[in-house]
Every structure is written in C-alpha cells, then in structure tokens.
C-alpha cells in the first residue's frame, strides 16, 4: 500500500523534473499529439492517479476498522479476565489494590517475551522437512532460549505474588490462568465453528 504511494509521488516528482529542466521534452510531447489527444490523455491520467488514491484510501480505512474491532477485542478479553481471576482468587480490596499492579507489571512483560519472540521468526510457518540441520538446531536452541527466559520472569514474579498475597491464593491464580485460557480458547473454537453465533 505504502509501495504504491511512494511509485506514485516519484513518478509525478520526476515528471515535474523533466518538465522543469527540460521544456522542449513537453513541446516534444505535444507536438507529436493533436489537441483532442492531449486532453484525452490527461484525463485518463488524471482518472488512472485518482483511482489508485481511491483503492488506497479504501484499503486505510479497512485496516483502520479491523484494527479497531481488535482493539475493542483485546479489551473485552482483559476485562474478563481480570473479573474471572478476581473471582477466582476471592480478592479483598486491600489485597486487589497490592496485587493488580504487581499482575500487570507480570503480564506486560510476558507480552513483550511474546512479541519477542514472535518477531524473530517463528518455526511453525515454516516447512520442517525442509529445514537444513543448521536451521532445525538453531530453532530448537532457541526454544530453549524461549522456555528458560520464560521460566525466569515466572520465578521473579512467583516470590512477588507471595509478597502481597497468601500463598494458597498464589495457587489459585496459577489455576486461574489456566482455566482462563481454556475458555478462552473453546470460545475461539467455537467461534471459528459459528461465525454468526456471536452477532445474535
């Protein structure tokens, strides 16, 4: 989409250059054309610069929906799930006040480990029987990599959840996510099912 904007700009840059520079590469121009073919010719320009800003214009707006609705998405799914581990865990308001910031903190953070991650390439895209040895290994290092970094944010935060809560609610939240997670992916299974389920 970008791609396109940008051929677009140089192109009427570089003709505005040309014209600029050299005059006589216009008079060229039109004295090879008759007048009625001159004006023909800009228009279907003209039309041809106007429809691609109108397919780009369209494509911006349909990012910027999707893009929305997952937003609005994304908060829906956070919301329940702080209404789910607070009914969970039988938070009392002192302890939700200490825990919710430390949780937060926790959850950003294994985000980013996520995005991380994800950013660096991720081997399920790709065809394993076509992997050379060096590929496979490296992917299989980096899992561990993966599993360990993950493991190390669990543990820094595991003694910071024993700060501020007793540890059979520790244990709790633990069950919490897990349940949490399920539900959240049978309702994504279910969605994929029946579409049309959710907009009744």
């Known amino acids: 989409m970008k791609t396109n904007f940008v051929k677009i700009t140089a192109a009427t840059v570089l003709l505005a250059l040309t014209i600029l520079v050299n005059p006589t590469f216009v008079n060229a121009q039109q004295d090879n ?4 073919q001159q004006d023909n010719q800009l228009i279907a320009q003209q039309n041809d610069l106007s429809s691609q800003n109108n397919q780009m214009r369209t ?16 908060k829906n799914v956070e919301a329940q799930r702080i209404a789910f581990i607070t009914k969970e865990l ?10 919710w910031p430390v949780y937060n903190e926790y959850d950003a953070k294994r985000h980013d480990l996520k995005k991380s ?6 081997f399920h895209e790709k065809n394993i029987d076509k992997l050379t040895e060096k590929e496979a290994n490296q ?7 993966e599993a360990q970094k993950f ?14 809560l007793p540890a059979v609610k520790v244990l709790k939240l633990y069950d919490a996510e ?8 049978d309702k994504i299974r279910q969605h994929k099912q029946n579409p049309s389920a959710d907009k009744k």
Do not use: C, M, W
């Not at 039988?90 to 825990?99: C, H, M, Q, S």
């Not at 992917?139 to 990599?145: E, H, T, V």
């Open 178 to 185: 897990r349940e949490f997670q399920k539900i959240l992916i």
């Open 90 to 99: 039988n938070l009392t308001p002192d302890e939700a006040k200490v825990f």
């Open 33 to 36: 054309l008759k007048p009625a």
């Open 151 to 164: 493991l190390d944010l669990r543990k820094e935060y595991h003694a910071k959840f024993k700060a501020v």
């Open 59 to 74: 494509q911006n707006n349909k990012q910027n929906t999707q893009g929305k609705q997952h937003g609005d998405q994304h």
């Open 139 to 145: 992917i299989l290092d980096n899992q561990i990599i």
């Open 117 to 122: 991650f994800k950013e660096s390439g991720d």
